[in-house]
């Protein structure tokens, strides 16, 4: 099975929310159901890392936040050399922290076609 990310609609008023909260900010509800959310989205920022942990074989990692177009932002590792805010990108999910016994999975970024 694939692993996917979600946004969570709240039942009574449609306020998106990722990630998931107990209680809607909008109206106080306590329902929601899950979203898929994947697809393209909008650069608002990010910021590189060079000073990384021990074992990673890159020079940095990038990270940001982006603005998927029903307005929701998440932030994610973003995989791609060239990076500028307001840049198209397309939203994977994939492997952001590899663990012992256990994966962590995240969003990850790429430079829209």
Same mark, same amino acid.
Not at 7 to 16: D, E, F, R, S, W
Not at 21 to 33: K, L, V
Not at 81 to 104: C, N, P, Q, R
């Given at each position: 099975?694939?692993?996917?990310?979600?946004?969570?609609?709240? *039942?009574?008023?449609?306020?998106?929310?990722?990630?998931?909260? /107990?209680?809607?900010?909008?109206?106080?509800?306590? *329902?929601?159901?899950?979203?898929?959310?994947? &697809?393209?989205?909008?650069?608002?920022?990010?910021?590189?890392?060079?000073?990384?942990?021990?074992?990673?074989?890159?020079?940095?990692?990038?990270?940001?936040? @982006?603005?998927? *177009?029903?307005?929701?932002?998440?932030?994610?590792?973003?995989?791609?050399?060239?990076? @500028?805010? &307001?840049?198209?990108?397309?939203? *994977?999910?994939?492997?952001?922290?590899?663990?012992? &016994?256990?994966?962590?999975? &995240? /969003?990850?970024?790429?430079?829209?076609?």
């Amino acid at each position: 099975m694939e692993p996917k990310m979600n946004a969570y609609k709240c *039942t009574q008023c449609g306020q998106l929310h990722h990630p998931a909260y /107990f209680i809607c900010r909008q109206c106080g509800n306590r *329902t929601f159901e899950a979203v898929p959310l994947e &697809g393209e989205a909008t650069l608002l920022t990010f910021t590189r890392v060079y000073n990384l942990p021990e074992g990673y074989m890159k020079p940095w990692i990038a990270f940001g936040i @982006a603005r998927f *177009t029903n307005g929701l932002c998440v932030s994610g590792q973003i995989d791609s050399d060239y990076i @500028a805010a &307001g840049m198209k990108l397309t939203a *994977t999910v994939g492997v952001v922290k590899e663990g012992v &016994g256990k994966d962590y999975f &995240g /969003f990850i970024f790429k430079q829209a076609d």
